[in-house]
C-alpha cells in the first residue's frame, strides 16, 4: 500500500487552524462535498475531546493511500478505550456528550486504540463511494 503522508499538527485551542489544513490536505486527496463536512465535523469532535478531556494537548495527522483517507488523533491521557468507539446516541436533552456517537455516523471506519500513555482515535473516509 503506497501512503501518501499529508500532514501533521499539534492540536491547540486554535480549532480553526486545524480544519482548515484538514480541509484543504482532505481536498487535495479528493474528498468532497457532503463527505468532506462529516470529515471535518467528526475531526473537530476528536480535537475537541483532545482540548478537553485527553490532557489538553496531542496531534491530528492526515493521509491518504489513494482509497482511504485517513485521520490520526491522538491525545496525552490515554482515557479512551476501543469500548467508547460502542457508545449509544445520548438521550436528549443533554447539551453534550454526542461527539464519540457523531464520529461513528459521519465516518466510514471510528476506531480507537489505547497506546503507551495515549489514545488514538482513527477516522476513515473512503475517497469514491
Known amino acids: 500500500m503506497n501512503t501518501h503522508h499529508r500532514g501533521r499538527w499539534p492540536i491547540t485551542a486554535d480549532l480553526a ?3 482548515r489544513q484538514l ?42 493511500d489513494g482509497t482511504d483517507l485517513t485521520v ?11 469500548l467508547d468507539v460502542h457508545r449509544r446516541r445520548p438521550s436528549a ?3 453534550r456528550g454526542f461527539g464519540m456517537w457523531l464520529m461513528g455516523q459521519l465516518c466510514d471506519e471510528f476506531t480507537i486504540r489505547q497506546l503507551s500513555g495515549r489514545s488514538q482515535v482513527r477516522l476513515r473516509m473512503r475517497l469514491s463511494t
Open 17 to 19: 487552524f486545524l480544519r
Open 23 to 64: 480541509r484543504d490536505h482532505a481536498a487535495g486527496a479528493g474528498l468532497g462535498g457532503t463527505r468532506l463536512d462529516d470529515l471535518l465535523i467528526a475531526a473537530n469532535e476528536a480535537a475537541t475531546n483532545v482540548l478537553e478531556h485527553g490532557g489538553g494537548g496531542g496531534t491530528l495527522t492526515i493521509w491518504h
Open 72 to 82: 490520526d488523533v491522538v491525545d496525552t491521557v490515554g482515557r479512551l478505550t476501543p
Open 93 to 95: 436533552p443533554m447539551d
